[in-house]
Each structure stands twice: as C-alpha cells, then as structure tokens.
C-alpha cells in the first residue's frame, strides 16, 4: 500500500507545475487526500485537501487562487495544479490519504508519500 508523488522539479518564478499523487495497492475512492510540504527549516503545512466525492476542497491562503487540487478516481490520482508559482512555494510535496472529512491535521493521515521536491527559483 503505498502513494507515490511525481512532477516536482525545478521551474522558474511564475511558472507551473502539476504534481500527481498516484496510490497503488489500494484505492483512493473513500479517502480524503491532502498535500503538505515542507520547506528547509520549516515545519510541515497542509497546502490543500479534497475529500472523498471531490466535491468540497480546501486551500491555504499561501496559495489560495493559484493552486487546483482534484481528484480522478478511475486513475486512482489526485493532482495538485501549481501556478503562478513563487519561491516561496520551493519545497518538498508530500500527498497523504486519510478518513473522508479530515483535511489539515496531518496525524489523521494514514498513508504518505516520499515526497517530491519542487524548486522555484531563476
């Protein structure tokens, strides 16, 4: 059972990424997935979250109106769209699924990811 996070990498300020949260050995239909990162130094912050139907999705407010979490089920992902990105969002990304309804404690998260990095920076 395991999350595996792909799309970081290096992109300059403004740019976009899309990172991809792709869960193998179970599936996500009943899960709430989150994005957390952690930058050098800092502690861990949620970044965004949706729940089980993807109806109802939650952002900081670091990157409120630049982020888009969603979710598709028949490829048993979750993705996080990164644009209008900042130095400030340079960081590793983790992905974590947790109970449908939890969204920014990271203690009811019960699978993670190794994380992917991503860099902001010219």
């Known amino acids: 059972l395991q999350l595996v996070e792909s799309g970081g990498g290096l992109v300059q300020p403004g740019g976009s990424l899309r990172l991809s949260c792709a869960a193998s050995g179970f599936t996500l239909d009943y899960y709430a997935i989150g994005w957390f990162r952690q930058a050098p130094g800092k502690e861990r912050e949620g970044v965004s979250c949706?729940?089980?139907?993807?109806?109802?999705?939650k952002y900081a407010d670091s990157v409120k109106g630049r982020f888009t979490i969603s979710r598709d089920d028949t490829k048993n992902t979750v993705y996080l769209q990164m644009n209008s990105l900042k130095p400030e969002d340079t960081a590793i990304y983790y992905c974590?699924?947790?109970?449908?309804?939890?969204?920014?404690?990271?203690?009811?998260?019960?699978?993670w990811g190794q994380g992917t990095q991503v860099t902001v920076s010219s």
């Open positions: 974590a699924a947790g109970w449908d309804g939890t969204c920014w404690k990271s203690e009811d998260y019960d699978y």
């Open positions: 949706i729940n089980a139907s993807g109806g109802s999705t």
